[in-house]
């Protein structure tokens, strides 16, 4: 199945900027919605970045269009996070499946 790297912005109408993430309105269903993509297999990797304002998450799915419609599904899409980039990954350097 294709990778996908996809950044988001921490930029949304309900983001506040003077409060951490995990005291955003809607947390706690935003989180566990994550947890449930990484449990899925679908988010490979993710987490924000310098400054806490970009977000890169490593997916894999079958379409761009398969990643817009999941991340779609996010309490926070629009709210809190804007959907700014997303490109084709080709992974050449992968540890997960390795045997050690």
């Given at each position: 199945?294709?990778a996908?790297?996809?950044?988001l912005?921490?930029?949304?109408?309900s983001?506040?900027d003077r409060?951490?993430a995990?005291?955003?309105?809607?947390?706690?269903?935003?989180?566990?919605?994550m947890?449930a993509?990484?449990?899925?297999?679908f988010?490979?990797?993710?987490?924000?970045?310098?400054g806490?304002?970009r977000?890169?998450?490593?997916?894999e799915?079958?379409s761009?269009?398969?990643?817009?419609?999941?991340?779609a599904?996010?309490p926070?899409?629009?709210?809190?996070?804007?959907?700014?980039?997303?490109?084709?990954w080709?992974?050449?350097?992968?540890?997960?499946?390795?045997?050690?």
């Open positions: 199945m294709p996908f790297l996809v950044e912005h921490r930029s949304g109408t983001w506040q409060l951490p995990e005291e955003q309105s809607g947390w706690e269903v935003h989180a566990a919605f947890d993509l990484v449990d899925s297999g988010v490979l990797l993710g987490g924000p970045v310098a806490e304002h977000v890169v998450l490593a997916v799915a079958a761009e269009d398969d990643v817009h419609v999941v991340l599904q996010d926070w899409s629009g709210s809190h996070l804007q959907l700014v980039s997303l490109e084709p080709r992974l050449r350097l992968d540890s997960r499946n390795r045997a050690f």
